[in-house]
């Protein structure tokens, strides 16, 4: 029999304060290798059980979960995990379901760096399950771990978005959404996951949380981690345990001053200006058919509505990693707002078409033979349009606002996406009253240059007072610092493309009566004109949306 340790009491009597005691106390431990020998050496193990020192012995029981308990003391980020993970699951080359960052602080005399390993928390409320349009999520309701359903993803990238931790990671080769599952597998057959078993100083292992106690603990955000999100929002339940007192004081995160710029996504940047505008025209349309003399506006205000409102919804589509499976989109509509944007937005184009084509039946009555009469009114098939894409463009502001990012919150989203549904109401109205020589709406079309110009000083506002304030979050004041920063020249030609196009042309067209009257081509080059410089100010917007957007995470590495 081997003999036992020696210890020396003159040096460890004081405890781990003394540098060299604790590394001999440490050294003292016996690695899992070890005490599986003596265990098996005493009969200590079950018979024909398996040896289970980094994970319980039982399965969760009723109100119970497995989850993540971290020993802080323990992790030197060698990323060991890291590469367990990734090799053991095959990920991709910019894959990483578990991460490694950093938090320091303390005080010169003691300085601090302490490293964080972190994956998915199996959350109690997932916020990528409960925003997931084609329920491509579930938390196994034995195990508390939450899967990802590779088979049923659409690629929308929504949980991207909703998840405060950055866990799901987008594989575009697959065009799917793909995140730690615990490798339940393995813990299936009794197995501890990669990542605990890589770790060379057992900083990583699997205990079984009572989910009562983890949703109180998690409802007062308790987390000894500097800059990690808030833990009321999803109620995670990873454990991090220190023996030491250091979360008590000043520290933060190592990236901390890091200002990424966010994920463009170029064609949500195209669908939700493009369905605002389309939505707006569609309200004047509404508005112009309930005049007995403005049929050919509402004709033409439709068709304008159909074309920007087609090109965007097809923009949306290049947006999923599987645009063949988008049907699955609605399968969330109970509680994702991804999934009521779709069955808006799915319900207003055919409104809106149907709408559209008896409108332009009632200016050209011989352009098509229908066999069948119209069954309403022309205004109320406009009117219910106008709802539905109102009604779009208010899910898709919920979308963002719903997210932890505080650029995104209310009330900043709901107005810059309702004012560039004003705008696209008055700049369609101009341009159909400089076309055909009439007042949509029964409201002259100076006066609908004169709202253009309204709506978009409303918006510059609303954009200057984030873009220049100085806000005390944190997060939040990431996004003015990129914006006079980094993206200053970006953010410039969105002003100058916003004043030319939203205020100094429609402004000229108000002011300019002689500019309407005979044929009115001059008001009309000008309209066309100042609807583009517009349009492409909008663009501009809603790509600054994007990625001037700082977003919630838990501590990365050196910035």
């Given at each position: 029999?081997a003999?036992?340790?020696v210890?020396?009491?003159?040096?460890?009597?004081?405890?781990?304060?003394?540098?060299v005691?604790?590394?001999?106390?440490?050294?003292?431990?016996?690695?899992?290798v070890?005490?599986?020998?003596?265990?098996?050496?005493?009969?200590a193990?079950?018979?024909g059980?398996i040896?289970?020192?980094?994970?319980?012995?039982?399965?969760?029981?009723?109100?119970?979960?497995y989850a993540?308990?971290?020993?802080?003391?323990?992790?030197?980020?060698?990323k060991?995990?890291?590469?367990?993970?990734h090799?053991?699951?095959g990920l991709?080359d910019?894959?990483?379901?578990?991460k490694?960052?950093?938090?320091?602080g303390g005080?010169?005399?003691?300085?601090?760096?302490?490293?964080?390993?972190?994956?998915c928390?199996?959350?109690?409320?997932p916020?990528?399950?409960?925003?997931?349009?084609?329920?491509?999520?579930?938390?196994?309701?034995?195990?508390?771990?939450?899967?990802?359903?590779d088979?049923?993803?659409i690629?929308?990238?929504?949980?991207?978005?909703t998840?405060?931790y950055?866990?799901?990671?987008?594989?575009?080769?697959l065009?799917?959404?793909?995140?730690?599952d615990?490798?339940?597998?393995?813990?299936?057959?009794?197995?501890?996951?990669?990542?605990?078993?890589?770790?060379?100083?057992?900083?990583?292992?699997?205990v079984?949380?009572?989910?009562?106690a983890?949703?109180?603990?998690?409802?007062?955000?308790?987390?000894?981690i500097?800059?990690a999100?808030?833990?009321?929002?999803?109620?995670?339940?990873?454990?991090?345990?220190?023996?030491?007192?250091?979360?008590?004081?000043?520290i933060?995160?190592v990236?901390?001053?890091?200002?990424?710029l966010?994920?463009?996504h170029?064609?949500?940047?195209?669908?939700?200006?493009?369905?605002?505008i389309?939505a707006?025209?569609?309200?004047a349309?509404?508005?112009?058919?309930?005049?007995?003399?403005?049929?050919?506006?509402?004709?033409?205000l439709?068709?304008f509505?159909?074309?920007?409102?087609?090109?965007g919804?097809v923009?949306?589509?290049?947006?999923?990693?599987?645009?063949?499976y988008?049907?699955?989109?609605?399968?969330?509509?109970?509680?994702s707002?991804l999934?009521?944007?779709?069955i808006?937005?799915?319900?207003?184009?055919?409104?809106l078409?149907?709408a559209?084509?008896f409108?332009?039946l009632?200016?050209?009555?011989g352009l098509?033979?229908v066999?069948f009469p119209?069954?309403?009114?022309?205004e109320?098939?406009l009117?219910?349009?106008?709802?539905?894409?109102?009604?779009?463009?208010?899910c898709?502001a919920c979308?963002?606002?719903?997210?932890?990012?505080?650029?995104?919150?209310h009330?900043?989203?709901?107005?810059?996406?309702?004012?560039?549904?004003w705008?696209?109401c008055?700049?369609?109205?101009?341009?159909a009253?400089?076309?055909?020589?009439?007042?949509?709406?029964?409201?002259?079309?100076?006066v609908?240059?004169?709202?253009?110009?309204?709506g978009t000083?409303?918006?510059?506002?609303?954009?200057?007072?984030?873009?220049?304030?100085?806000?005390q979050?944190a997060?939040?004041?990431?996004?003015p610092?990129?914006l006079q920063?980094?993206l200053h020249?970006?953010?410039?030609?969105?002003?100058?493309?916003?004043?030319?196009?939203g205020?100094?042309?429609?402004?000229l067209?108000?002011?300019?009566a002689?500019?309407?009257?005979?044929?009115?081509l001059?008001?009309?080059?000008?309209?066309?004109?100042?609807?583009?410089?517009?349009?492409?100010?909008?663009?501009?917007?809603?790509?600054?949306?994007?990625?001037?957007?700082?977003?919630?995470?838990?501590p990365?590495?050196?910035?």
């Amino acid at each position: 029999m081997a003999p036992e340790p020696v210890i020396l009491p003159s040096i460890l009597e004081d405890g781990p304060a003394d540098l060299v005691g604790q590394l001999l106390r440490e050294q003292q431990d016996m690695s899992a290798v070890d005490r599986f020998a003596r265990a098996h050496d005493a009969c200590a193990l079950k018979p024909g059980g398996i040896y289970r020192d980094l994970m319980p012995v039982t399965a969760p029981a009723r109100g119970q979960q497995y989850a993540f308990e971290v020993d802080l003391d323990a992790c030197t980020g060698c990323k060991a995990c890291v590469a367990g993970c990734h090799s053991l699951n095959g990920l991709g080359d910019n894959e990483a379901w578990r991460k490694v960052g950093a938090i320091h602080g303390g005080n010169p005399a003691l300085p601090m760096l302490q490293h964080v390993t972190t994956a998915c928390h199996h959350c109690l409320e997932p916020a990528c399950m409960l925003g997931c349009p084609a329920k491509a999520y579930e938390k196994d309701p034995q195990t508390g771990i939450v899967r990802h359903l590779d088979d049923q993803c659409i690629g929308c990238r929504y949980c991207e978005l909703t998840c405060p931790y950055e866990v799901p990671q987008f594989n575009a080769v697959l065009g799917i959404v793909r995140k730690c599952d615990m490798c339940s597998q393995r813990l299936g057959a009794g197995e501890a996951p990669a990542c605990v078993q890589s770790c060379p100083n057992e900083a990583i292992r699997i205990v079984v949380v009572d989910q009562q106690a983890a949703k109180k603990a998690a409802a007062v955000n308790f987390m000894p981690i500097a800059g990690a999100p808030d833990t009321s929002h999803t109620l995670p339940t990873t454990r991090y345990r220190t023996r030491k007192s250091w979360w008590r004081e000043e520290i933060a995160r190592v990236d901390q001053g890091a200002l990424p710029l966010g994920e463009a996504h170029p064609p949500l940047t195209a669908m939700l200006v493009l369905t605002q505008i389309s939505a707006g025209a569609t309200v004047a349309a509404a508005a112009a058919a309930r005049m007995p003399t403005d049929s050919a506006s509402a004709a033409l205000l439709a068709v304008f509505a159909i074309l920007a409102g087609a090109a965007g919804m097809v923009a949306a589509t290049l947006h999923l990693g599987r645009p063949l499976y988008a049907f699955r989109a609605v399968l969330g509509w109970r509680r994702s707002w991804l999934s009521r944007e779709v069955i808006a937005f799915g319900a207003y184009m055919p409104a809106l078409s149907g709408a559209a084509f008896f409108a332009v039946l009632e200016v050209w009555p011989g352009l098509v033979i229908v066999p069948f009469p119209i069954p309403f009114p022309l205004e109320r098939l406009l009117g219910a349009a106008a709802l539905l894409g109102l009604a779009g463009v208010a899910c898709s502001a919920c979308i963002y606002m719903v997210t932890p990012r505080p650029a995104w919150a209310h009330p900043r989203t709901a107005g810059k996406f309702l004012l560039t549904t004003w705008g696209g109401c008055c700049a369609a109205s101009a341009i159909a009253a400089a076309f055909l020589g009439n007042t949509p709406a029964g409201i002259n079309p100076r006066v609908w240059c004169a709202l253009w110009v309204a709506g978009t000083v409303a918006k510059f506002i609303l954009e200057g007072w984030l873009q220049f304030s100085r806000p005390q979050n944190a997060l939040l004041a990431k996004t003015p610092r990129l914006l006079q920063g980094r993206l200053h020249l970006l953010a410039g030609r969105r002003w100058m493309l916003g004043a030319f196009g939203g205020v100094a042309l429609p402004l000229l067209l108000a002011l300019g009566a002689d500019l309407w009257s005979g044929p009115a081509l001059g008001a009309a080059f000008l309209a066309l004109l100042a609807f583009f410089l517009w349009a492409a100010g909008e663009f501009a917007e809603r790509h600054l949306f994007f990625i001037a957007t700082a977003h919630t995470s838990m501590p990365g590495g050196t910035p």
